[in-house]
């Protein structure tokens, strides 16, 4: 029921969190709260379930959740290893396509991601209370990733 809230450090390019819960929880809602962020709020977030199989811990699958992935217009796709570095040096204006600086960025998730979609593209308003109550998939969960583009405020996240 805690409110979990931060800012990024506005060079962010999709921030994302982890979140664990103490045993397997389904989710009904979720609210992102971007209270007092009227100048930097992110303008999407995204989050994604987790059953952790017996055995095994969440490290082991870091390796399959969602990337970022830039589309461009002749049809030319790149999954930047480090998404964020990628953005920060400008990579994708070297990037071997007819007109370089026209993209668009998605999220790509593997269709055998044992990260499933909770809520896969949801718009953000700034200085707002957002209740998600309409959901992918429900649970249970024992973690929730949570991304936002491009960078911005959050000042709490709470799941019901």
Known sequence: MHMVGWESARTGYGEQAIFHFEQPTPITEIVVDTYLHRFNSP????????????????????????????????GHQVIPENFQQYMLDQSYL???????????????????????AVLPHENLERDTFHRFT???????????????????????????
Request: with cysteine; charged share 20%.
């Open 94 to 116: 070297k990037e071997k396509t007819r007109v370089p600086s026209s993209f668009e960025i998605a999220l790509f998730n593997q269709s055998d991601s044992p990260w499933v």
């Open 134 to 160: 309409s959901l992918e998939d429900n649970g249970p969960f024992s973690h929730l990733l949570y991304l936002h583009y491009p960078n911005g405020g959050v000042h709490g996240l709470k799941c019901l």
């Open 43 to 74: 303008l999407t977030c995204h989050v994604f379930g987790l059953l952790v199989e017996d055995g095994k811990d969440v490290e082991s699958y870091l390796p399959s959740i969602p990337k970022w992935m830039l589309k461009f217009e002749d």
